[in-house]
């Protein structure tokens, strides 16, 4: 369990000028299907955001889009000043997708040592790359599992080497796909206390996603997010206050139905 109490978000130090990531018009078709749909937002630097919504609602497609790695996107979308995808980015951007992407038949060690070579390779970074590598395997409360082979461990803590890796590249932007998905509720808890400390103790901006709203009160600020659309952005305090209502759920709900009305409403003037 990582040794990290978790307390009511802190506002970081800002770092660096302007948003994280700017959208507008953002448009992703997947297949024969449109599954962004002229998205406009902002994500803050050096801040916790929650990319929140429903399951299948275009979650992974948007942070796929951020990273690079998603086909058939149109609009503008910067990401660290830059356009997405562009090769300056790789070592600045860290990616955990929601299948952890780490070597069963290597140990927690190993699998670090693997890709910190890929980061920083040659004999003479050895010893940078040893102190990284440790460094790395504390922050995600592993330390007495290194030796363990990563295929004997937990799903919770194969997803914390995922994390561990992406942060091995000491990241300005962290996207984590369903980083908390299947984790018991000490566990989840630890693991938004070292979001937060990565956020507040590098200055770095984190995207998080999440199906569960209840992870909202852990962000700074939100996305909310449903069938391809952004339904609001802000902090929670806003959201809340913005909708009447008392939790983000709740505000989610509020919204849902206010945007439908309103769909509902434009049919009925162009008909
Ligand atoms: N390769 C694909 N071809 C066509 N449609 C796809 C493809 N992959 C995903 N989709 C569709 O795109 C939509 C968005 O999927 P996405 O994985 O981005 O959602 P999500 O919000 O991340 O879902 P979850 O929370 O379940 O991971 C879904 O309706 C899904 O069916």
């Not at 995922?162 to 990241?171: D, E, H, I, K, N």
């Amino acid at each position: 369990m990582m040794n990290i109490s978790f307390q009511r978000p802190p506002d970081p130090p800002q770092s660096g000028t302007g948003p994280a990531v700017r959208a507008e018009h953002l448009t992703v078709v997947r297949g024969p299907r449109t599954v962004l749909r002229g998205l406009g937002f902002t994500v803050p630097r050096g801040r916790i955001t929650g990319l929140l919504g429903p399951s299948g609602c275009g979650k992974s497609t948007l942070m796929r889009a951020i990273v690079g790695t998603q086909a058939k996107v149109t609009g503008t979308l910067e990401v660290l000043g830059r356009p997405a995808g562009d090769a300056l980015l790789r070592s600045r951007i860290g990616y955990v997708t929601q299948a952890p992407s780490v070597y069963g038949d290597l140990t927690v060690r190993q699998n670090l040592e693997y890709f910190a070579a890929i980061l920083d390779p040659g004999r003479a970074a050895a010893a940078r790359r040893y102190e990284k590598v440790t460094g790395a395997i504390a922050d995600v409360d592993l330390t007495t599992r290194a030796d363990a082979l990563a295929g004997n461990l937990s799903s919770g803590q194969r997803s914390r080497v995922s994390l561990a890796v992406a942060l091995l590249g000491t990241p300005e932007l962290l996207v984590l796909d369903e980083p908390t998905v299947g984790l018991d509720p000490v566990l989840r808890r630890d693991l938004w206390a070292l979001f937060h400390t990565i956020a507040a103790d590098r200055g770095a901006t984190l995207l998080v996603s999440s199906h569960v709203m209840d992870e909202a009160e852990r962000c700074h600020s939100l996305l909310l997010m449903r069938e391809g659309e952004i339904l609001a952005e802000g902090t929670p305090d806003a959201l809340r206050s913005r909708t009447g209502a008392a939790t983000v759920e709740a505000a989610f709900l509020h919204l849902v139905d206010a945007t439908a009305a309103k769909k509902t409403a434009g049919k009925e003037t162009v008909r």
